[in-house]
């Protein structure tokens, strides 16, 4: 449990940044920091549970199209979180399409990087 708090921590760093650089992504709730870290909630509970069999489910399509559909894999895990905080919450993070999405699963993977790298330290 103490490692799932660590690592919903770490993702809410990295979607406030990420929500603070893209001006596609916005952050639904009074304060803020709330629809991120709702919004962070539901990625890591998508990344620890589902994400996982779906990677490998899709592994051969994966090969075929040259990676280009995990990009679609995260833009989905990124709406489905985004969708279930705002419906179960009132509180989230918008996003504004495909191509924010993708800009900003890259600066989660990021910002998550070296987040996990300096507490690790």
């Given at each position: ?40 909630l ?41 969708w ?28 998550s ?9």
């Open positions: 449990m103490k490692g799932f708090l660590i690592r919903w921590a770490i993702l809410t760093i990295a979607a406030g940044v990420m929500v603070v650089l893209l001006p596609g992504m916005h952050a639904v709730g009074a304060p803020p920091i709330l629809g991120v870290a709702a919004f962070s539901f990625m890591a509970l998508l990344n620890a549970s589902i994400k996982p069999v779906v990677q490998m489910l899709a592994l051969p399509f994966s090969i075929l199209t040259f990676g280009l559909l995990a990009l679609v894999i995260n833009w989905l895990f990124m709406e489905l979180a985004s279930l905080a705002l419906s179960l919450f009132g509180v989230g993070v918008t996003i504004d399409g495909f191509l924010w999405a993708v800009l900003g699963s890259l600066i989660m993977s990021i910002v990087g070296i987040v996990s790298a300096a507490f690790s330290s």
